[in-house]
């Protein structure tokens, strides 16, 4: 499978035919089928009384398998095609880095009733997990650190995009646009008409939309990947699998899958080294350590922003009643980071970010079109006020007062 880097880089996508080589979409199908099955028993089952017969499934505008936890031995077929040519293999080619690796698996399902349009967005909060601008810039200097696919097991015209707005910040029309009607065309819109068994990979920062969600057969895949060993910290950095299926699959892929989990795991403890040396203030450590997570010279302080959000989830873990999986991928995952931690080092830590914390606020909480809530961060903008040395300097003088 060829993909065209050069247009993936201008516009923010690739379209593919055949993904699903024909000989496989037949089985393919079946697995997902027998996923979606157990899914609408179990839902049945779970439902309150005042529920619709088939649960929140039925209930749902657009239902979604997700494979790590809705596989069995019958259908796990359909996460082994994960580590295809034309899938890994695709993201092997379109990111530059040593390991590319499952974010999460899905599928995208009809639902038993029109929902109609829902709403234009990229997939990223307003700052979170950087500004745009600073995630853009990430991209331009060492491409993408995240991709998504819609991979079509049935004709598929839902999904629609604005070819190139992942190089740019939303216009004035679209804001405009956004801010009256979400849910129509954008200006520049295009569908991405998909046959089955072909996909579109693309970045998550590209606007979409998900056109119309109707009871019309509809099966389309939905994984994401990320890399390890890239050149700085990924956009997207977390995960939404955990291990639990890979009894399920053949030895070869489940140990692809154990030395992923492996890599997840050393990322934490590299992280958690960072962290422990911003809480002990020892400067010459911290400047390692981050080069290390950060080995580019560029946009070192939009990792630097994104690091700050994780100590923020870290202190609502340790002084919070949030379930974790609300607060960061999995939940496991945070877990894990947040055993390196006593809830007092999350203060002293959570402190120490403060100050990069407010430079990313706006002046009072505003509602952000195309980012779809509220919020009290800066969607778009870095801040032009602050560096790493910055930031050293403001925990530094912190750790003087702390000593008097």
């Not at 060829?2 to 393919?28: H, M, S, W």
Request: proline letters at 7%; a negative charge.
């Amino acid at each position: 499978m060829q993909v065209d880097r050069q247009q993936f880089a201008e516009e923010g996508y690739n379209i593919l035919r055949e993904v699903v080589p024909k000989a496989e979409l037949e089985p393919l199908r079946r697995s997902i089928e027998h996923m979606v099955n157990r899914r609408r028993e179990i839902a049945s089952q779970r439902r309150f009384p005042t529920d619709p017969q088939g649960g929140d499934w039925a209930n749902s505008a657009q239902p979604r398998l997700k494979f790590d936890t809705d596989c069995d031995e019958k259908s796990a077929s359909a996460i082994e095609f994960l580590l295809h040519e034309n899938t890994l293999g695709v993201g092997q080619q379109l990111m530059e880095a040593a390991y590319v690796v499952p974010h999460q698996f899905a599928c995208i399902c009809s639902g038993s009733q029109d929902a109609g349009p829902m709403r234009w967005h990229r997939d990223i909060g307003p700052g979170e997990p950087a500004p745009l601008r600073g995630m853009i810039s990430n991209m331009e200097h060492h491409g993408p650190s995240y991709l998504q696919w819609n991979i079509a097991l049935y004709d598929d015209s839902v999904f629609w995009i604005v070819p190139r707005s992942h190089r740019r910040i939303n216009t004035n029309e679209e804001r405009r646009q956004l801010a009256e009607n979400p849910s129509v065309p954008l200006p520049g819109g295009i569908p991405v008409e998909l046959n089955a068994g072909d996909g579109v990979v693309y970045t998550h920062l590209l606007l979409h939309w998900g056109s119309y969600y109707s009871s019309k057969m509809r099966r389309t895949l939905h994984p994401g990947y990320r890399p390890f060993g890239f050149a700085a910290l990924p956009n997207v950095h977390w995960r939404h699998w955990e291990p639990g299926f890979y009894h399920h699959l053949s030895d070869t892929v489940r140990k692809q899958f154990e030395k992923w989990d492996a890599l997840f795991f050393q990322e934490f403890d590299q992280i958690a080294i960072i962290f422990h040396t911003i809480i002990n203030g020892d400067t010459n450590r911290f400047r390692t350590e981050l080069e290390a997570l950060h080995p580019s010279p560029y946009d070192r302080m939009v990792s630097m922003v994104m690091l700050s959000k994780l100590a923020n989830k870290l202190y609502q873990l340790k002084h919070t009643t949030a379930a974790p999986a609300s607060l960061w991928g999995n939940g496991r995952d945070l877990i894990y980071l947040g055993n390196h931690f006593t809830p007092e080092q999350t203060v002293k830590l959570w402190r120490r970010f403060q100050p990069l914390d407010e430079k990313l606020k706006l002046p009072e909480e505003t509602y952000q079109p195309g980012f779809q809530r509220t919020s009290e961060y800066n969607p778009n903008d870095m801040p032009t006020d602050f560096s790493i040395e910055d930031f050293i300097s403001n925990w530094e003088i912190a750790t003087v007062v702390a000593d008097l």
